[in-house]
C-alpha cells in the first residue's frame, strides 16, 4: 500500500516536472481557461443585448408619426440609428450590417388613421441575426400593439370611461411571465455558466489524452509502467492526479466568481456548486481516458476525437438550441456528453434551487463517464506493453 | 517522381504530397470540412421547438378558461402535456422535467373578465433554454391578444358592420416581417457563420499539423534542409497555394451542397462569393501558417487551435448581437479572419448583399491577408537563416 502511494507520489513530481518544461502545458491549462473567464464575463456585461441598432423609416412624417416614433425611441432594446424615408436606403443599411431591424410607417398613415381607415404599418426583422431580430421583434411588436390601444383608449376617454374600465375593455387578459431562476433574463447568467465551464471541460478532455499520449510519443510508457510498479491505475492516476486539483481549483474560481463576485443567482449555496465542479472535472478527465483508451497509443487519434466531440457538446448541452427539439438521435447522443449533464446539474441546483434527486440520471451519467474508463484498463495495459507512439 | 524547376511548385508539389501520405492531417482537412457541417446542419435541422410539452393549472375551471387552454394547446409552439389541480402539483412536473412551463388561470377569470376588469394569468418558464421561455411567451401572448380583442369587440363596443368590428379589432394593423430567415429558425441563422468557421479552424488544424511534423522531423525547423527551400516567396506562395486551392474547393461545397441539401438561404451571386472567398481564405491559410510557426509538435495545433472556435464564434458578433461587443474585444476579434469573414458571409449569401455592400470587411480580409503574409515570409526568412546556419556547422 505504501508502495504504492509512494509510487503515484513520484509519478506526480515527474508530471509537474513535465508541465514545468513546456510552455505549452501552463497556456493552456491555466492562461486559457481564466483568460476564457474574463473573455466571457466581460463581454456579455450588459446581461440583455439593449440598443440595438434600428432603421425608421418615416414615409409620412407628420406630427403623428413623430409622436409614435418618439414612444418608440424610449423602448429598452431599440435605438434608431438611421432616420430616413426612403425604405431602400434602410434595406442596404441592414445588408451592411448596420442595423437589425427596419420599422417602416408608409405613406398615409395619418390620413388613414385620422379618417378611422386602418393604417398598416410594418416592421422587418433580420433573423439572420437571430438574437438581435427576437429581442428587436418583441419590442417593435409590443410598440404597434400598444398604438393600437393608445387609439382604442383615446376614442373611450372622449366618451366618459374610467381609466380602470378602459383597462378591462382593451386589455383584459394581462399576461405576467415569470422566466424562473432568472427574472431579467440575463443571458449572461446563463451563458457564461455554460460556456465557460464547458471550454474549461474540453480543454481538459484534450490534455487528459494529450499527457498520456505524450509518453508514447517520447517513447517512455514503459519507464511509467515500470514505475507504477506494473500497475496501470497506479500510472493513471499519478499522471492524472496534478491535472485534477489544478483544474478543480479552476474550477472553483471559476465559481466563486460566478456566485460570489459576479452575484449570479446560486440557490444551492457555492459549496454545492463546487462539489458539482469537482464532479465535471474528474467526468472530463473520464471522457479523455476513455477516447485514449478507444485509440490507445495513438495520442492524435484520441485528440481528435475529444475535439471534434468537444467542441459538438457545446451544441448538444441545449441551452440556445434546446435538445428537446432536435432529432431522436442527437437526443441521445447528447447524453454521452458531460457538460449536457453538468448543464442540467446546473439549472437545477444553482438556477432552480430544487433537490438533486431530480436530476439524479445526469449525476449518475457523470460518474458513470469518470468510472468507465477503468473497465477498458486491460487496453491500456495491452498498449502500455506492446503498442508504439504512431504518428 | 518529375521535379519542376521552379522552386514554387517544388514547394509546391512537396506539401501535397506531405498531405496525401498524413492521415492525421488528412482527418483534418478532408474530413472535418466534409463532414461536420452535414453534423451540424442536422443537430439543428428542426429549425425551432415545436409543440414543447407545458401544463396548466385551471384555477377558473369555466368555459372561458378552457376555451383559453385550447387556443394555447392549438397553436404550433406548445402543447398542453398536463392538468394539474395545484401549483404544487405542476411545480413537480416542472422539476421532474416532464414540462417546461406552467400556465396559471386564476379562480376569478372569469368573473372578472364578466365585470370588466382586467385578469392576470401567469406564465412560468423553464430556462434551461432560452428558446422554451420564447416560444411559450408568444404562443401565450397571442392567444392573449387575440381574446382580448374578442373581448374588447364583442362585449363592449357595439359594432354594426363587419368593416366597424374589423376596425375595433385593429384600429392600426401591423406586419411582421422576418427578413432572409423567413421561418425564424436556427439552422439557418446559426449554420452559414458556422461553416466559415469550420474553414478557418480546419485550416488551423491541418497547417499546424503538417508544420509540427516539419519541426518534428528536421528537428526543429520547419523546412527541409535542401537546396530547394532557399527562396522564401517559393516557399509561402508554394505552402499557401496547397491549402488555399484546397479550402477554396471546399468552401463551394459548403456554399453550394451543404447549403442546398439542408435548403439554407442562399442569395449569392458567385462572383460576389468568389470575391469574398478569395481574400478569407487568403487571410486565413496565412494567418494559419504564422501561428503554426509557434508549434513545435504536430499535437498542439489540437490543443491551440480546437478550443478557439467557441470564443471566435461570440467575438464575430454573429450568435451575441455585435453591437452589444464591448470595444476592448471588438479590437480583438478583429486580428482573426472569422470576425469579418462570417459577417461578410452571412452578408453575401444570407441577405443578398454584394461586395460593395462589405466593402469593410473585405478590405479587412484584404489588409489581414497581407499582414500575416508579410508575417509568413519574416518567419520563413529566419527559419531559411537558421537552417542555412546549422547546415554549416555541420
Known amino acids: 500500500m505504501l508502495d504504492t502511494i509512494t509510487n503515484i507520489w513520484h509519478i506526480c513530481r515527474r508530471e509537474l516536472r513535465m508541465f514545468s518544461q513546456r510552455p505549452i502545458f501552463l497556456v493552456i491549462m491555466i492562461v486559457a481557461p481564466l483568460g476564457f473567464l474574463w473573455m466571457f464575463t466581460s463581454l456579455m456585461q450588459s446581461g440583455l443585448p439593449t440598443k440595438l441598432p434600428a432603421a425608421l423609416v418615416d414615409e409620412d412624417n407628420?406630427?403623428?408619426?413623430?409622436?409614435?416614433?418618439?414612444?418608440?425611441?424610449?423602448?429598452?432594446?431599440?435605438?434608431?440609428?438611421?432616420e430616413t424615408n426612403s425604405f431602400t436606403e434602410a434595406r442596404k443599411a441592414m445588408q451592411r450590417g448596420e442595423v437589425y431591424a427596419i420599422f417602416r410607417i408608409p405613406k398615409g398613415t395619418t390620413e388613414a388613421a385620422l379618417t378611422q381607415r386602418q393604417p398598416v404599418i410594418s416592421f422587418y426583422t433580420n433573423d439572420s441575426?437571430?438574437?438581435a431580430a427576437s429581442l428587436l421583434m418583441k419590442d417593435m411588436r409590443k410598440m404597434s400593439e400598444m398604438a393600437g390601444l393608445a387609439m382604442t383608449r383615446e376614442t373611450m376617454r372622449a366618451r366618459g370611461f374610467r381609466d380602470d374600465q378602459i383597462m378591462g375593455t382593451i386589455q383584459p387578459i394581462v399576461v405576467e411571465s415569470h422566466p424562473l431562476g432568472n427574472p431579467h433574463l440575463n443571458y449572461s447568467v446563463v451563458l457564461s455558466n455554460l460556456i465557460v465551464p464547458g471550454l474549461l471541460m474540453l480543454v481538459i478532455m484534450l490534455t487528459t489524452?494529450?499527457?498520456?499520449?505524450?509518453?508514447?510519443?517520447?517513447?517512455?510508457?514503459?519507464?511509467?509502467?515500470?514505475?507504477?510498479?506494473?500497475?496501470?491505475?497506479?500510472?493513471?492516476?499519478?499522471?492524472?492526479?496534478?491535472?485534477?486539483?489544478?483544474?478543480?481549483?479552476?474550477?472553483?474560481?471559476?465559481?466563486?466568481?460566478?456566485?460570489?463576485?459576479?452575484?449570479?443567482?446560486?440557490?444551492?449555496?457555492?459549496?454545492?456548486?463546487?462539489?458539482?465542479?469537482?464532479?465535471?472535472?474528474?467526468?472530463?478527465?473520464?471522457?479523455?481516458?476513455?477516447?485514449?483508451?478507444?485509440?490507445?497509443?495513438?495520442?492524435?487519434?484520441?485528440?481528435?476525437?475529444?475535439?471534434?466531440?468537444?467542441?459538438?457538446?457545446?451544441?448538444?448541452?441545449?441551452?440556445?438550441?434546446?435538445?428537446?427539439?432536435?432529432?431522436?438521435?442527437?437526443?441521445?447522443?447528447?447524453?454521452?456528453?458531460?457538460?449536457?449533464?453538468?448543464?442540467?446539474?446546473?439549472?437545477?441546483?444553482?438556477?432552480?434551487?430544487?433537490?438533486?434527486?431530480?436530476?439524479?440520471?445526469?449525476?449518475?451519467?457523470?460518474?458513470?463517464?469518470?468510472?468507465?474508463?477503468?473497465?477498458?484498463?486491460?487496453?491500456?495495459?495491452?498498449?502500455?506493453?506492446?503498442?508504439?507512439?504512431?504518428p | 517522381m518529375i521535379?519542376?524547376?521552379?522552386?514554387?511548385?517544388?514547394?509546391?508539389?512537396?506539401?501535397?504530397?506531405?498531405?496525401?501520405?498524413?492521415?492525421?492531417?488528412?482527418?483534418?482537412?478532408?474530413?472535418?470540412?466534409?463532414?461536420?457541417?452535414?453534423l451540424y446542419a442536422m443537430i439543428y435541422n428542426t429549425e425551432t421547438q415545436r409543440e414543447l410539452p407545458i401544463c396548466v393549472v385551471d384555477d377558473n375551471m369555466s368555459a372561458r378558461s378552457r376555451d383559453f387552454i385550447r387556443r394555447v394547446d392549438a397553436t404550433p409552439e406548445v402543447k398542453v402535456a398536463a392538468h394539474c389541480v395545484s401549483m404544487a402539483d405542476a411545480q413537480e412536473l416542472m422539476?421532474?422535467?416532464?414540462?417546461?412551463?406552467?400556465?396559471?388561470?386564476?379562480?376569478?377569470?372569469?368573473?372578472?373578465?364578466?365585470?370588466?376588469?382586467?385578469?392576470?394569468?401567469?406564465?412560468?418558464?423553464?430556462?434551461?433554454?432560452?428558446?422554451?421561455?420564447?416560444?411559450?411567451?408568444?404562443?401565450?401572448?397571442?392567444?392573449?391578444?387575440?381574446?382580448?380583442?374578442?373581448?374588447?369587440?364583442?362585449?363592449?363596443?357595439?359594432?354594426?358592420?363587419?368593416?366597424?368590428?374589423?376596425?375595433?379589432r385593429w384600429p392600426i394593423r401591423f406586419d411582421e416581417v422576418k427578413m432572409y430567415n423567413s421561418a425564424g429558425g436556427f439552422a439557418a441563422f446559426l449554420i452559414p457563420p458556422v461553416l466559415m468557421l469550420i474553414l478557418q479552424q480546419a485550416l488551423c488544424l491541418g497547417v499546424g499539423m503538417?508544420?509540427?511534423?516539419?519541426?518534428?522531423?528536421?528537428?526543429?525547423?520547419?523546412?527541409?534542409?535542401?537546396?530547394?527551400?532557399?527562396?522564401?516567396l517559393a516557399i509561402v506562395l508554394g505552402k499557401g497555394l496547397v491549402h488555399f486551392l484546397l479550402f477554396l474547393l471546399m468552401a463551394f461545397y459548403m456554399s453550394t451542397c451543404v447549403t442546398r441539401w439542408f435548403g439554407l438561404?442562399?442569395?449569392?451571386?458567385?462572383?460576389?462569393?468568389?470575391?469574398?472567398?478569395?481574400?478569407?481564405?487568403?487571410?486565413?491559410?496565412?494567418?494559419?501558417?504564422?501561428?503554426?510557426?509557434?508549434?513545435?509538435?504536430?499535437?498542439?495545433?489540437?490543443l491551440l487551435f480546437v478550443f478557439m472556435s467557441i470564443p471566435l464564434l461570440f467575438l464575430s458578433g454573429v450568435s451575441w448581437p455585435g453591437a452589444s461587443i464591448p470595444p476592448l474585444w471588438k479590437v480583438v476579434g478583429s486580428v482573426f479572419p472569422s470576425t469579418w469573414g462570417l459577417n461578410a458571409y452571412v452578408r453575401i449569401s444570407g441577405m443578398g448583399a454584394s461586395l460593395g455592400d462589405c466593402r469593410e470587411e473585405i478590405m479587412a480580409l484584404w489588409i489581414l491577408a497581407a499582414i500575416y503574409f508579410l508575417l509568413s515570409c519574416l518567419m520563413y526568412m529566419f527559419e531559411i537563416r537558421k537552417a542555412v546556419g546549422r547546415s554549416l556547422l555541420n
Open chain 2, 265 to 302: 438561404p442562399q442569395l449569392a451571386h458567385f462572383v460576389d462569393l468568389l470575391g469574398f472567398f478569395i481574400p478569407y481564405l487568403l487571410a486565413c491559410t496565412y494567418m494559419a501558417i504564422f501561428y503554426s510557426s509557434f508549434i513545435y509538435r504536430r499535437e498542439d495545433c489540437i
Open chain 2, 95 to 168: 422539476r421532474m422535467r416532464k414540462v417546461y412551463g406552467i400556465l396559471r388561470i386564476p379562480s376569478e377569470f372569469d368573473t372578472e373578465l364578466w365585470r370588466g376588469n382586467q385578469t392576470v394569468v401567469g406564465l412560468y418558464s423553464d430556462l434551461t433554454s432560452m428558446l422554451y421561455y420564447k416560444v411559450e411567451y408568444l404562443a401565450v401572448i397571442n392567444v392573449a391578444q387575440e381574446l382580448n380583442r374578442n373581448i374588447k369587440v364583442r362585449e363592449h363596443q357595439n359594432t354594426t358592420t363587419s368593416r366597424e368590428e374589423s376596425l375595433a
Open chain 1, 62 to 82: 407628420t406630427h403623428v408619426t413623430r409622436q409614435l416614433t418618439r414612444i418608440l425611441g424610449t423602448m429598452e432594446e431599440t435605438h434608431f440609428v438611421l
Open chain 1, 209 to 390: 489524452s494529450y499527457a498520456i499520449g505524450m509518453e508514447w510519443k517520447r517513447g517512455r510508457q514503459k519507464k511509467l509502467y515500470n514505475m507504477a510498479g506494473g500497475k496501470t491505475w497506479v500510472a493513471v492516476v499519478g499522471k492524472l492526479l496534478p491535472q485534477t486539483m489544478l483544474y478543480t481549483l479552476i474550477f472553483w474560481l471559476i465559481d466563486l466568481v460566478f456566485y460570489s463576485y459576479l452575484q449570479f443567482p446560486c440557490q444551492c449555496g457555492i459549496p454545492r456548486m463546487m462539489l458539482w465542479g469537482l464532479l465535471a472535472v474528474l467526468a472530463s478527465q473520464g471522457f479523455g481516458l476513455l477516447m485514449f483508451e478507444a485509440f490507445p497509443g495513438q495520442m492524435r487519434m484520441a485528440m481528435s476525437a475529444c475535439s471534434l466531440l468537444g467542441v459538438m457538446q457545446f451544441s448538444l448541452a441545449g441551452f440556445s438550441f434546446p435538445v428537446s427539439a432536435m432529432d431522436k438521435p442527437f437526443q441521445w447522443l447528447s447524453n454521452i456528453f458531460p457538460l449536457h449533464h453538468y448543464f442540467l446539474i446546473y439549472v437545477n441546483q444553482a438556477l432552480n434551487g430544487y433537490a438533486i434527486s431530480y436530476v439524479w440520471s445526469s449525476v449518475a451519467a457523470l460518474v458513470l463517464i469518470f468510472l468507465l474508463p477503468q473497465v477498458f484498463f486491460y487496453r491500456l495495459t495491452d498498449a502500455f506493453l506492446n503498442k508504439e507512439y504512431e
Open chain 2, 210 to 232: 503538417s508544420m509540427g511534423r516539419s519541426r518534428e522531423r528536421f528537428h526543429g525547423l520547419v523546412i527541409p534542409p535542401t537546396k530547394h527551400y532557399k527562396n522564401t
Open chain 1, 129 to 131: 441575426y437571430y438574437v
Open chain 2, 3 to 38: 521535379r519542376p524547376k521552379f522552386p514554387i511548385l517544388h514547394v509546391w508539389l512537396d506539401e501535397l504530397s506531405d498531405i496525401v501520405k498524413d492521415e492525421g492531417i488528412l482527418i483534418f482537412i478532408i474530413l472535418l470540412p466534409l463532414a461536420y457541417p452535414l
